[in-house]
């Protein structure tokens, strides 16, 4: 195995680790899937004394990757896109310890089958309204704001009191800083989404709100 080779594998795995890193702290509540995620990248490392095996783990790992960056799109798994090509490029650097033309035609064939299948399961059993999550609301947060602070933690706790389900910032595929804050399907007495999202405006760093359904943002 070329040192080059071995370079660009040791390059993904620095690549998972800093969107593991980023990952975590945008979006705490999905650390476990970055975590789990990243440990994969280090997968064709420990194959290092068996060259045939290194390159076909580089490509099996990093086309995983990139199709488990497609299916977790919406919880940030498209951080690891770098890593899973920078694992692709480590396959084919060493032009004398490829992997044979079947198998580099295989890997990624079946992963995209797979990812296909799994997007369009999904997709197809949110499509009933009856099984559709409740709407949630998408607070863009300015990007200069400081969101580990006692005051904003205490305003997102408070959310609850107004009906919210769940309240969690997280960085979207836009690259958009967002509190995601969740809603029942009926509000208890007392309770409603207007109030909701006025309690959401008065969290400090948010720009604006959004209303988000399955399917589209208001």
Not at 10 to 20: D, F, G, I, K
Not at 58 to 66: F, K, S
Not at 73 to 88: D, E, K, Q, R, S
Not at 179 to 195: E, H, I, K, T, W
Request: with cysteine; charged share 15%; aromatic share 10%.
């Amino acid at each position: 195995m070329s040192s080059c080779q071995w370079g660009w594998a040791v390059a993904a795995v620095v690549a998972a680790v800093l969107a593991t890193g980023l990952g975590t702290v945008l979006a705490g509540p999905f650390a476990g899937l970055f975590v789990i995620t990243a440990i994969a990248a280090f997968f064709p490392l420990a194959a290092r004394e068996s060259p045939r095996s290194f390159a076909r783990a580089c490509l099996v790992v990093g086309t995983g990757l990139l199709a488990w960056a497609v299916i977790g799109t919406i919880v940030g798994m498209f951080l690891f896109i770098p890593a899973g090509l920078l694992l692709i490029v480590a396959t084919f650097a060493d032009r004398d310890n490829r992997p044979g033309a079947r198998f580099a035609l295989t890997v990624p064939l079946v992963a995209a089958v797979v990812a296909a299948a799994v997007v369009t399961l999904f997709v197809r059993g949110t499509q009933d309204p009856d099984n559709e999550p409740p709407p949630t609301f998408h607070a863009t947060l300015d990007p200069g704001g400081r969101y580990d602070d006692r005051d904003f933690e205490l305003r997102k706790t408070r959310l609850r009191d107004y009906g919210a389900t769940s309240a969690a910032v997280g960085v979207w595929p836009v690259g958009r800083l967002e509190l995601v804050v969740g809603m029942p399907r009926v509000f208890a007495q007392g309770q409603s989404r207007d109030a909701l999202k006025e309690q959401i405006l008065r969290v400090p760093g948010v720009v604006e709100v959004r209303l988000c359904t399955f399917h589209t943002c208001d």
